[in-house]
């Protein structure tokens, strides 16, 4: 079946480090990916996506890029703020609407602290 | 611009207790969830919905029980509390196809 998996966390930084968080997926198809970020004490909200391989989805100064040929979807930023501390989570869609194939699948997350 | 709406936000419940936690969303999605968010397990499905009238089970779905009479709502009863029940549950809405989800901002659940 499809599913998602993250690099372990925490991850801990100082502030202006380059980030890279690591996500492999299994899918049958073609997915849809994801990345969702969490700061503390709220619901998950979308970063960034990406439908097809190789399109690179942006946002906040973090970029993923679809690797269809090593099933990855890396999550990476130039220079982290402290603001940035959340946890992210790489998610896919199997993008077949129908039964549960439609529902979002997400990895475990990746908590990151950045320091000043 | 209320979003998804989930209460209550916290909530201590004895073994065998019966509950419902409420979320309602005004912005007309046809996609409605539930998740169970637990440390080192990530999100998990508990059951979701694709409409009014429609709901299916996700990955997790035993001792939960949904129904979606509204667009609006999509409530989660659980029918007789366990510890393992323990957790933070998140709604979710989106239009269709389930991609850009929307959160509300979860309640945490204590089973004693």
């Known amino acids: 079946g499809n599913s998602v998996t993250q690099m372990e966390g925490p991850v801990t930084l100082s502030e202006e480090a380059f980030l890279t968080i690591n996500c492999t997926y299994t899918?049958?198809?073609?997915?849809?990916l994801f990345w969702y970020v969490q700061y503390p004490g709220e619901g998950l909200q979308l970063l960034l996506k990406?439908?097809?391989?190789?399109d690179k989805g942006s946002n906040k100064g973090f970029e993923a890029t679809y690797r269809k040929e090593t099933t990855s979807f890396h999550l990476e930023k130039g220079s982290v703020q402290v603001s940035d501390s959340a946890v992210y989570f790489c998610?896919?869609?199997?993008?077949?609407?129908?039964?549960?194939?439609?529902?979002?699948?997400f990895g475990k997350g990746t908590k990151l602290s950045v320091k000043p | 611009n209320a979003g998804v709406t989930q209460t209550p936000k916290f909530q201590v419940l004895k073994t065998g207790q019966s509950m419902t936690l409420q979320c309602a969303q005004d912005?007309?999605?046809?996609?409605m969830s539930w998740y169970r968010q637990d440390p080192g397990m990530g999100l998990r499905l508990i059951h979701y919905?694709?409409?009014?009238?429609?709901?299916d089970q996700g990955e997790v779905p035993n001792g939960y029980n949904v129904s979606r009479s509204t667009t609006e709502d999509f409530p989660l009863r659980l029918l007789s509390a366990a510890p393992s029940q323990t957790s933070v549950y998140f709604c979710?809405?989106?239009?269709?196809?389930?991609?850009?989800?929307?959160f509300g901002s979860g309640t945490q659940l204590s089973v004693l």
């Open positions: 919905s694709v409409g009014a009238g429609i709901t």
């Open positions: 912005m007309n999605h046809e996609y």
């Open positions: 899918a049958t198809g073609y997915p849809s």
């Open positions: 979710a809405s989106s239009p269709l196809p389930p991609e850009k989800l929307f």
């Open positions: 998610a896919l869609s199997s993008g077949i609407y129908g039964g549960s194939q439609g529902n979002l699948i």
């Open positions: 990406a439908t097809k391989a190789d």
